[in-house]
Every structure is written in structure tokens, then in C-alpha cells.
């Protein structure tokens, strides 16, 4: 049974930071690609980043690019999100996915390229 679990979110001031960890049971976590995913209230689940299997290349949603840093630690079947610069549209419910075919395509931002998501952690930024 495949488990996805997300963890790190909370409240904090604008210009701050944060760090999110995601942690995968279940799977051979180094066979997947590996992505975060955001949601506001009221909006559609948007793609932040995604990372390749062997972290070698990332990729990032315009809005996050330069704040926002991906990483994974195959040893300890961890994904990671930094998150500095924090900004208060930056507040949603941040999910962790493993992403189907094993690596970042140019369609990684879509949802639906992602097979096991966990139940995601909240972030808020205060103004």
C-alpha cells in the first residue's frame, strides 16, 4: 500500500520561510519522479515544482521560480520543498505526488500526470 505523507506547513509572516518534507511508503521512491502541487480556496490545484528521479533537473511553476528550491533524498525516501521570500499568495494547501511515467514532462504541472498524492499540508503567509 502506497502512502504519501506531507508534513512542515504552519503560519508565518511574509519575507519568511519554511520547509515542507514529504515522505513515500509503498513504492520504490527512486522510480518516480516526484512533484508539488499547491491549492487555494476557491482555485484549481497548481503545479510548483517537480524533480526527476535522480534529482538531477528541476522544474518550476513562473510564480516560485528563484523563492522556492525542490529536493529529494533517495536514501530516506524524502522529497523536500524550501520555500523562502514567503509571500501571502503563496498561502494554500500545499500536496506532495509521485508523477506516472518516471520523469518531469512537459506537462508536469497537470494533475492528472500524478498516480499517488498525499493529503497535503497547510501553508499560511500573513501579511
Known amino acids: 500500500q502506497v502512502q504519501v505523507v506531507e508534513s512542515g506547513g504552519g503560519l508565518v509572516q511574509a519575507g519568511g520561510s519554511l520547509r515542507l518534507s514529504c515522505t513515500a511508503s509503498?513504492?520504490?521512491?527512486?522510480?518516480?519522479?516526484m512533484g508539488w502541487f499547491r491549492q487555494a480556496p476557491g482555485k484549481e490545484r497548481e503545479g510548483v515544482s517537480c524533480?526527476?528521479?535522480?534529482?538531477?533537473?528541476?522544474y518550476y511553476a513562473a510564480s516560485v521560480k528563484g523563492r522556492f528550491t525542490i529536493s529529494r533524498d533517495n536514501a530516506k525516501n524524502t522529497l523536500y520543498l524550501q520555500m523562502n521570500s514567503l509571500k501571502p499568495e503563496d498561502t494554500a494547501m500545499y500536496y506532495c505526488?509521485?508523477?506516472?511515467?518516471?520523469?518531469?514532462?512537459?506537462?508536469?504541472?497537470?494533475?492528472?500526470?500524478?498516480?499517488?498524492w498525499g493529503q497535503g499540508t497547510q501553508v499560511t503567509v500573513s501579511s
Open positions: 509503498g513504492l520504490t521512491f527512486d522510480d518516480y519522479a
Open positions: 524533480i526527476t528521479r535522480s534529482g538531477g533537473s528541476t
Open positions: 505526488a509521485a508523477e506516472m511515467y518516471g520523469y518531469c514532462s512537459g506537462s508536469w504541472a497537470r494533475a492528472d500526470e500524478y498516480n499517488y
